[in-house]
Each structure stands twice: as structure tokens, then as C-alpha cells.
């Protein structure tokens, strides 16, 4: 996401966001003039993962592992309810929320979300990016970062669904 984002789209099990997803390659919405025509096969050449539909509990560890495998700097965007926050899928089987496995920067509801939303996120959080510092500290305030978004906050301190 320097110059160019490069996505690797993961986790895509729901055939309804991988539709929306393709929609963003079609001339209408036309993701190349955002630089990401290319979709990665290789988590080492992207650097925004996209999360979309369920993450089941068997397949928790091997996102975290592709996301390890990720070059510095990165970013993950959940892509719908499913995503976000496990769905209607209130299992022991599935994940409640990818937020629990990867740390995710961006958050985009909906079921699935339109492609206007998808490019709004992608935009948003290319602004993001552009205003992360670099430098020789980076690295340790990411690996601070990610300790702190995947530490889960009791039950006790939360408020109804809002903290």
C-alpha cells in the first residue's frame, strides 16, 4: 500500500462477497486506478489482506500464519458481518470475529457489502496508511500494537455490546 496495494484476498468462503469482490475489477468501479489489479497468490507480495466470510476455528491458526508470512508494513480490512464478528454463526466452530486471530485496521459491515463500500474502505484506509510514520521505531510500535489489539478485554469491563 506504499505506492501500489497489492491485496491477497483470504478466508473468502462466502460466494456472495467473492461476487462483490470480483465486481471491483469490472470497469464500473475499475480498481486499477488504485493500483490493485493484481490479486496476490503469495501473502509475501501483498500487503493488505482482506477477510472475507466466516473464519472457522480450524482455519484461525492458518490465517494467522499467512498473515505472519505478510511483509512489513501490512494491513487486513474485514470484509462483512461474517468477517467482523462471526455472523449469525454463534458456534463453537467459528471465530467471532477475525479481530481474535489477526490484528484488522479497517472494519466493513454488511452482508455482503456493496463494491462502493469495499472502495470507500480501501480509500479510507490507503489515508491511513499514508499517514502512518516510518522509520527505525516502526517495527517495535507494531508488534506493540498487535500485542495490544489481540489482549481481550474482560467481560466485566464491558458495557452492554459498547465498551
Request: include cysteine; aromatic fraction near 4%; charged fraction near 20%.
Given at each position: ?11 473468502a ?16 468501479y ?6 490493485m489489479?493484481v ?15 466466516r ?10 500464519q499467512?498473515y ?5 508494513p ?8 461474517c468477517?467482523?464478528?462471526g ?35 480501501i ?14 521505531n ?19 469491563d ?6
Amino acid at each position: 500500500m506504499h505506492d501500489k496495494v497489492q491485496a491477497t484476498p483470504l478466508g473468502a468462503n462466502r460466494l456472495a462477497q467473492i461476487r462483490e469482490m470480483e465486481a471491483e475489477g469490472l470497469p464500473k468501479y475499475d480498481l486499477a486506478r488504485f493500483g490493485m489489479e493484481v490479486f496476490r497468490a503469495s501473502p509475501r507480495q501483498a500487503d493488505l489482506m482482506i477477510v472475507a466470510g466466516r473464519v472457522s476455528q480450524k482455519m484461525a491458526p492458518v490465517l494467522r500464519q499467512i498473515y505472519d508470512q505478510m511483509a512489513e508494513p501490512k494491513w487486513v480490512l474485514a470484509m462483512g458481518v461474517c468477517a467482523s464478528s462471526g455472523g449469525m454463526f454463534n458456534n463453537y466452530a467459528i471465530v467471532q470475529g477475525v479481530d481474535h486471530v489477526v490484528p484488522v485496521d479497517m472494519y466493513l459491515p454488511g452482508c455482503p457489502p456493496r463494491p462502493e463500500m469495499l472502495i470507500d474502505a480501501i480509500l479510507k484506509l490507503h489515508d491511513k496508511v499514508q499517514a502512518t510514520p516510518l522509520g527505525a521505531n516502526r517495527l517495535a510500535q507494531i508488534r506493540e500494537m498487535e500485542a495490544e489489539g489481540l489482549v481481550a478485554v474482560p467481560t466485566g469491563d464491558m458495557r452492554g455490546m459498547l465498551r
